[in-house]
Nanobody, 125 residues
Framework: QVQLVESGGGLVQAGGSLRLSCAPS????????MGWFRQAPGKEREFVAA????????FYADSVKGRFTISRDNVQNTVYLQMNSLKPEDTAVYYC??????????????????WGQGTQVTVSS
């Protein structure tokens, strides 16, 4: 079973930056895309960004466009989320996930197969 390991969360002041990393603990043979989602207390899990593994097409939620950048390292099998100009409303637990095929929608958490344990990001005002 694929397990995903996230790192890079923490506490940062508004306007600051963080970079999240996510790598599978075992080699994956069928990954169509990898994505980042987040969940704030009392709120639904929401899409943040995703990248297709083969062509590197990138997708972003409107709330993070221009501030967050998703990237991948095909050799290290790792996906990154560079978060700049962070705002208090970005505070949440961030999860990475893999999607094994092109079915469904890239921003729909239900279409993702494997999830990490989450990493806390806290942005103070």
């Amino acid at each position: 079973q694929v397990q995903l390991v996230e790192s890079g969360g923490g506490l940062v002041q508004a306007g600051g930056s963080l970079r999240l990393s996510c790598a599978p603990s075992t080699r994956t043979f069928s990954t169509y895309s990898m994505g980042w989602f987040r969940q704030a207390p009392g709120k639904e899990r929401e899409f943040v960004a995703a990248i297709t593994w083969t062509y590197g097409d990138r997708f972003y939620a409107d709330s993070v466009k221009g501030r967050f950048t998703i990237s991948r390292d095909n050799v290290q099998n790792t996906v990154y989320l560079q978060m700049n100009s962070l705002k208090p409303e970005d505070t949440a637990v961030y999860y990475c996930a893999t999607k094994s095929g092109s079915y469904g929608y890239i921003d729909n958490s239900r279409d993702y197969d494997h999830w990490g344990q989450g990493t806390q990001v806290t942005v103070s005002s």
